[in-house]
């Protein structure tokens, strides 16, 4: 199976913490991000990366030819030309991906899953499109998901919830669907895509309690760079 890697984003709510880098190169526990999204896929049965790149692309660019002989798979780019959104820069990636479903993740988002659990639910679902879900609680950051017989009914706007379930940012694609036919060039993979889709039933939803953490945010990020020193020691 192929793997998408979302890192062409401007990241303006971190430059304040990190400026002059792709948010998936900041600095965590001495290491940049990505190293911990590619360290992860590394476990998982992935041939191929496709990574998704606009904003400073060079950077991230420079540092895979330095490093690539760390990872069992082959590295690939796909370059915005100019911001597509979300849903555009996954469609542009779509078309270097040779497998039959995609793997998707964010460049700022960590979310340990099993990933080779995920893609078998996701292939035994009915669905060309899978959510990985996060149990949270008090947060009100990130939108609340429901969810009904492992079917996505609603994305719902950010507020404060006490108890639910959120997007984790990990996805499951079938390289056959039919989501981007009628996008225009830029869109959000995010409202344009998984919410109509969600509305229809036509998006599956698994939830994994593993570690999660995005690094868009300041605060986060701080908390990243505390948090990974003990737990890469001992994941």
């Not at 990574?51 to 540092?63: A, N, P, Q, T």
């Not at 996060?134 to 507020?159: H, S």
């Not at 599956?204 to 300041?218: A, E, K, Q, R, W």
Request: glycine share 8%; charged share 25%; proline share 3%.
């Amino acid at each position: 199976m192929d793997s998408i890697i979302l890192a062409g984003g401007l990241g303006t709510r971190l430059r304040s913490a990190v400026s002059n880098l792709p948010k998936c190169m900041a600095t965590v526990a001495g290491k940049p991000f990505l190293f911990y999204l590619l360290q992860r896929l590394n476990k998982a049965k992935i041939g191929r990366v496709v990574i998704s790149v606009g904003y400073l692309h060079e950077i991230i660019e420079k540092w895979v030819a330095e490093n690539k002989t760390m990872f069992n798979f082959e590295i690939k780019f796909a370059l915005e030309d100019e911001p597509l959104g979300t849903g555009g820069a996954i469609r542009l990636a779509m078309s270097k991906v040779q497998s039959s479903n995609a793997l998707i993740l964010n460049g700022d988002t960590l979310f340990d899953i099993d990933l080779e659990a995920f893609a078998e639910q996701h292939r035994n679902s009915s669905s060309a499109l899978s959510v990985a879900l996060k149990p949270m609680k008090n947060f009100d950051r990130y939108g609340n998901v429901v969810l009904e017989n492992n079917k996505i009914t609603i994305f719902k706007e950010k507020e404060f919830c006490a108890d639910g379930l959120i997007n984790g940012g990990i996805y499951l694609i079938n390289k056959k669907n039919d989501f981007f036919n009628a996008m225009p060039e830029k869109f959000s993979f995010e409202t344009q895509t998984l919410q109509p889709a969600a509305g229809n039933k036509l998006v599956s939803g698994f939830v994994f309690d593993n570690y999660f953490i995005d690094i868009g945010i300041p605060e986060d990020y701080a908390r990243a760079n505390k948090e990974f020193e003990t737990y890469f020691v001992c994941a």
